[in-house]
């Protein structure tokens, strides 16, 4: 009976929070773009053993409709050809830096990078990255200008679609990441950006002294800052197509595990109320597949009951993730969302023990 009632729980507190993101992001409106004059902008990439990524990507940022902006591509010690393909593109736009710190991560570079910027509207993205359409930039700008508050603007970063079940998880994972974070951001309680997608103001930059609180960790670059940075009036989130900054997904699970466990080093920094509710909605998840699994295995709950708890659970879900999912370029996911809950469930379980074990890099 006391599992019975748990499993009851905790399936009311996962239908509570799935309610709660489809209440928040259920009217999704595209930006109005206008011809009239924008602010200047400083887009700022770093890079480490990019390849011809770093080249592509910059070239990509170049060809934005954009009146006025610099690109700032600042090498972070590579020890590849990264540099020598960013030689062949000849662009007063863009300028080459080189970081002087070598340290584990990419804050001392973005530091460099951004204490060079000439303009207060920086927009970050990655070296791996590719914008949507030309409209990257003016459409984040305009967003950023609808509230004169506004000093933060979070953008999504989906990941292109591959074969295999790897890159399927690892975008459903970002789909469903990202649905927290701009529900959260909202409900003015911003805690986490992207780096690869990414704006906010150069002059908030230095009003939180930058990285200063978080410099001896590798990571947190953009999650850690906006932690620190953002707040309920000066935040804003951008879900227009424009502005979708698409990347590769690691399809070995193991540099799958190893990329995802540097959020665990960084979310242990989180505010203590949106650790609560982070920590509560992944406990609630685990608890009811393991309570479920348990009751089965006791004969505590027949399959028929098991079938129709687990029938209201998927139900809920898909109803509630539906317009979200196919807005956020995962359409094809959401049919297969019974199988991606159970693999978010061992998720859950495997990569605390992963990151435990795991060593920094940048």
Same mark, same amino acid.
């Given at each position: ?76 010690? #590579?020890?590849?050809?990264?540099? #020598? ?117 150069? #002059? ?14 590798? #990571? ?143």
């Amino acid at each position: 009976m006391i599992l019975y009632l748990i499993l009851i729980f905790s399936l009311l507190v996962i239908t509570a929070f799935w309610l709660w993101f489809y209440i928040a992001n259920r009217r999704i409106h595209p930006v109005e773009i206008t011809n009239k004059k924008l602010p200047p902008v400083t887009v700022i990439i770093a890079y480490k053993n990019a390849g011809q990524h770093i080249a592509t990507t910059v070239q990509a940022v170049l060809d934005q409709k954009y009146s006025d902006f610099e690109v700032i591509a600042i090498n972070d010690f #590579s020890t590849d050809e990264s540099e #020598s393909y960013l030689s062949h593109i000849n662009d007063a736009k863009l300028i080459r830096l080189r970081a002087t710190l070598d340290l584990p991560g990419k804050k001392a570079a973005l530091s460099e990078a951004i204490s060079h910027a000439k303009h207060d509207i920086l927009l970050f993205t990655d070296a791996d990255c590719l914008p949507s359409s030309e409209l990257w930039i003016k459409t984040m700008v305009i967003k950023l200008l609808d509230d004169p508050k506004t000093e933060i603007v979070l953008g999504y970063g989906p990941l292109r679609k591959t074969a295999g079940l790897v890159n399927a998880f690892a975008r459903y994972e970002t789909i469903l990441t990202a649905m927290q974070y701009f529900t959260y951001a909202k409900c003015g309680l911003p805690y986490m950006g992207v780096g690869r997608n990414l704006l906010y103001k150069k #002059s908030l930059f230095l009003a939180v002294n930058g990285f200063s609180s978080h410099q001896h960790l590798p #990571s947190g670059d953009d999650d850690l800052l906006i932690s620190d940075a953002a707040n309920g009036s000066n935040t804003t989130v951008c879900l227009d197509v424009r502005t979708f900054v698409f990347s590769d997904a690691k399809n070995d699970l193991k540099a799958f595990l190893h990329q995802k466990s540097r959020h665990i080093t960084t979310s242990v920094h989180y505010r203590p109320k949106i650790q609560f509710f982070l920590g509560l909605f992944a406990m609630v998840q685990l608890m009811f597949y393991l309570i479920l699994m348990t009751s089965l295995a006791t004969n505590s709950i027949s399959i028929i009951s098991c079938i129709a708890i687990l029938s209201v659970k998927w139900l809920t879900q898909m109803a509630c993730q539906h317009h979200f999912f196919k807005r956020l370029n995962g359409r094809d996911l959401w049919l297969f969302f019974p199988l991606l809950d159970i693999a978010m469930m061992m998720y859950y379980l495997v990569l605390p023990v992963y990151g435990y074990f795991r060593k920094d890099k940048w």
